[in-house]
């Protein structure tokens, strides 16, 4: 099955292969996360359904774990592409900050392109910062209070 072959998918179909997966990880999860879990996949359905951008309330919570967010991660790409074959990968930030990309399994076992993405991610991430404080250095010159 190739990737256009999800393209033509109802969003029944997701959402069932959604139940299937989180049915699976219910039973490998402890049960503080998989609630956490559980809501924050609640939230991004709202946030789908309604077509808005969001903040999850569920990135405060003190379980919102590092397995909580992969597997959250892993929902989302099922979500949104249809496919359950993405796998989670480490992906630290430039300064070492944890990190994770949803990646085809293809590529998931591609160290050199794994690299290669690595290096745009921080290409991108160091560019984002420069532009951020500059924006801010202008906003701050131009007497623009920054600190919301």
């Given at each position: 099955?190739?990737?256009n072959d999800h393209?033509d998918?109802?969003p029944?179909e997701r959402?069932a292969k959604?139940?299937?997966?989180?049915?699976s990880?219910k039973a490998?999860m402890?049960a503080?996360?998989?609630?956490?879990?559980?809501?924050?996949?609640?939230?991004m359905?709202?946030?789908?359904?309604d077509?808005?951008e969001?903040?999850l309330?569920?990135g405060d919570r003190?379980?919102?774990?590092?397995d909580v967010?992969?597997e959250?991660?892993t929902v989302?790409a099922?979500?949104t592409t249809?496919?359950?074959?993405?796998q989670?990968?480490?992906?630290?930030?430039?300064?070492?900050?944890?990190?994770?990309?949803?990646?085809?399994?293809?590529l998931?076992?591609?160290?050199e392109?794994l690299?290669?993405?690595?290096?745009?991610i921080?290409h991108n991430a160091i560019?984002r910062?420069?532009?951020?404080?500059e924006?801010?250095g202008?906003?701050?010159?131009?007497?623009?209070d920054?600190?919301n």
């Amino acid at each position: 099955m190739n990737d256009n072959d999800h393209a033509d998918e109802t969003p029944q179909e997701r959402i069932a292969k959604v139940a299937l997966y989180l049915e699976s990880v219910k039973a490998r999860m402890p049960a503080e996360e998989f609630e956490t879990l559980q809501q924050a996949v609640h939230e991004m359905a709202h946030l789908l359904a309604d077509g808005r951008e969001g903040i999850l309330d569920a990135g405060d919570r003190e379980n919102f774990t590092d397995d909580v967010q992969k597997e959250f991660l892993t929902v989302m790409a099922i979500v949104t592409t249809g496919r359950m074959d993405h796998q989670v990968v480490d992906m630290p930030g430039p300064d070492g900050s944890p990190g994770y990309v949803v990646v085809t399994q293809e590529l998931a076992n591609d160290p050199e392109e794994l690299a290669k993405l690595r290096e745009k991610i921080h290409h991108n991430a160091i560019e984002r910062k420069a532009i951020d404080t500059e924006l801010d250095g202008i906003a701050r010159a131009s007497g623009i209070d920054t600190d919301n």
